[in-house]
């Protein structure tokens, strides 16, 4: 598992060779939401976690290690013992997935020895921050379409075919119904769904015969693809063969107009109980805006903008040293680079209001008690390098987060114009912060507190 | 390999127990390039590739396969017989890695049974797509560092670990110097580069120590990163301490004015020889502005930038059925959705001009002699499944990349308010397109030309 900057096996190299036995919590955050997402949804916890659990360096790739220039002040016994042997022994509490989170809050922190700790930052930010993106869109596009399924049709514009793979799964998390995706099925039970091409009513004489073809092979499955030529068109033609597919799908054009005229077609034909599906280049505002519209839409095929999460491609998310533990000594550190300071300390989090709404979210010091009423959000889930307990179920995840996400009021989850949510820092969190700012200026050589 | 869209699986099931031998070409290209974009850098292809000499169904596979209900009409046949001995057997014809390309040319075709061609569409969209659109980010952003070297650090911001890496494949390939990526230099041979995060610096009881225990390891090999409190105070103290690091890195701040502050500090040091480099949030523009403003900066560090393309992060990629080889007789195909409309027949595009300039693209029929001096830009890259000659050294790639790049005209290539390239179609494409159209519409009920 080398999938890790460089400057993680040099630092580690580094503190190995000090052999002080120094551990350090690191906590992931997203520094700031962009400017499309008031509030996130927490994914790829399960995949971090395997990556944790499975942490280990091949022979072949210990000895590419040992030619890379940078590291060539590491000694034999770096190589010879150490990264053979190197596995993971920390502890990580988190968010459970499918948690909606905001700004400056920590998904998850790890406390390790800091060799460890940091060799694993890089993996975590990417598997965290690409599903937590993706589960977020997801909540906003189910939102958008008020009821009606959303299946995820994204795999071919991901940033590749295991991207795909994790894109359905934290699209499903955050709320969707289904995924085009079969290796997501296949690997996460979850439903798949899609039939037919443009390429298949090409690859046919004639589109008619393409759907008679579709539908002696589904029966009442069917769902045919009705725009290659002509929507309404292919309506008729589906009417007067007589055909009666569960659906169609229409993949262009005026997706409320051409709806409102394939539905009139079918109720008079009749076909009231074929569905009408639309598909492409949908993101929440149009499916936002044709749910408004009251097109006699039954369910929507979203890609790329759930795939890519294509208008927040890259989430500001962090990891970030908050705690050195050596000699017994704790140790709460922070970056005071400008513009992107930290604050010191491990925390919690915790989330206060009535049990159906959440009023406000606290940010705390993890030593801290609760905030009367306040839910902590933060869980331990590995300890000594160990998952504790077992994997929830994926579409156990997704339901407790359909449901924990309308604990946000609407306000706030809303596409346009959202409202603020409150996030407050307790006073201990603010005083060590202070504290340790003032140790800072004083020291003349910034220096961390002690 | 099921990452694949479910409908790919429907599909085959259905030209599959039609049993009429009919072969198939698709095409890839891209229909429309992002606004950020004025041309592409194609990459991806030896992944591509590779997923199709690859591409097996393991028996655990074919199991799932058999309990999703829209492929319950597929008879036993397609489970125990057709899809476990299922290989690629067809032929790829595409632009070598590394190559220029347009709005609407071709990267990519493949000619085979129907039902293969159609299963990998999903898998090489994402493939090529994807490293297309890092590739070409990385050639804007490697033009605007005007020979200063770019180090790739995005993998923290991709999209799972496995985007990681060929996220940097790819911008290695569009140009950039080296990566963080130690996955990428392990399995790629990309130089890997990085030292110190501002955990190390935090981590130490005080910055000094933390550069002096840098130095005492990397001895003049030493990258310090001196942003963690105060890039200039930091400066200051390298030279107090006598330290003589390769170079510093500054992450935050306003880079221009900082750098120009650090360089004076460092000449009079006398540190003359110590490199000024420079990251944080940066992308083309942002480094452009930097070497316009004439800030001593000797390198760049892009992240996020390149490994999302976060401008841009899906490319408009489609794979079209173009032709249909059907009992000995050769149908061209084409799509007629409004909007969405493509070009029937199997194509290759030329290249015309100097050597050192290419001054239009003609894309035209496969079958059709070159226009004069037209270099063809389409090549058999695999024949009955098997790859035709050896794949290419990546470096290689690169450097051939670089100096292609160069002959598309300068006015093409800048980034602000970039001039058009003229790609033109051959009259035999013009004319098939033509007749294709009115055959449809002469046919009242819209049907392929025969």
């Known amino acids: 598992m080398l999938s890790t900057d460089l400057y993680q096996f040099t630092m580690a190299a580094g503190y190995h060779a000090a052999q002080d036995g120094t551990n350090a919590s690191f906590e992931l955050f997203v520094r700031e939401l962009p400017s499309s997402r008031n509030y996130l949804v927490t994914a790829g916890l399960e ?52 948690t909606p989170v905001f700004a400056g809050e920590p998904i998850l922190r790890v406390t390790a020895p800091l060799e460890e700790a940091q060799l694993v930052e890089t993996a975590l930010l990417s598997t965290v921050l690409f599903q937590t993106s993706v589960a977020s869109k997801a909540a906003r596009v189910t939102d958008a379409a008020a009821g009606r399924p959303v299946m995820e049709f994204g795999g071919r514009r991901a940033h590749g075919v295991d991207a795909a793979l ?23 039970g979850i439903p798949v769904a899609g039939t037919m091409a443009h390429s298949w009513v090409m690859a046919h004489c004639d589109e008619l015969t393409a759907f008679e073809r579709d539908m002696a092979l589904h029966g009442s499955d069917s769902v045919l693809l009705i725009d290659t030529y002509n929507s309404v068109t292919a309506a008729q033609k589906i009417v007067s063969a007589g ?45 936002a805006a044709l749910v408004a519209s009251g097109a006699p ?38 970056k005071r680079s400008l513009g992107k300071q930290t604050l010191p300390g491990r925390k919690q989090v915790w989330r206060v209001g009535e049990s159906s709404t959440a009023a406000y979210d606290v940010v705390g010091l993890a030593t801290e008690t609760a905030p009367p009423g306040g839910v902590p959000l933060l869980e331990c889930v590995m300890r000594d390098g160990r998952r504790t307990g077992s994997a929830p179920r994926l579409c156990e995840l997704r339901a407790a987060c359909t449901s924990t996400r309308l604990t946000i009021p609407e306000s706030v989850r809303r596409l346009s114009a959202p409202g603020p949510y409150p996030v407050t820092f307790s006073a201990a969190l603010v005083e060590l912060a202070r504290k340790h700012r003032v140790e800072v200026a004083r020291s003349g050589a910034p220096r961390d507190i002690g």
Chains 1, 2 share one sequence.
């Open 47 to 98: 995949q971090a976690l395997s990556v944790l659990a499975e942490w280990r360096y091949t022979r072949d790739e210990i000895q590419y290690l040992r030619s890379v220039p940078a590291l060539r002040s590491a000694g034999p016994e770096f190589f010879d013992e150490y990264l053979p042997r190197l596995r993971f022994s920390g502890e990580v509490w988190a968010m459970a997935e499918g």
């Open 166 to 188: 994790f894109a359905s799964r934290a699209a499903y998390l955050g709320g969707c119904s289904a995924t085009s995706n079969v290796e997501a099925g296949y690997r996460f």
């Open 243 to 287: 055909l009666r597919p569960a659906a169609v799908r229409i993949d262009s054009g005026d997706l409320a107009r051409v709806s409102v005229a394939v539905r009139s077609i079918f109720d008079a034909g009749p076909l009231s109980s074929t569905r009408i599906l639309v598909s492409g280049d949908l993101d929440e505002h149009r499916v």
């Open 297 to 334: 839409i039954d369910g929507f095929g979203v890609g790329t903008a759930l795939s890519t999460s294509v208008d927040a491609p890259a989430l500001g998310g962090v990891y970030k040293l908050v705690e050195i533990l050596r000699e017994g000594t704790v140790t709460p550190v922070a």
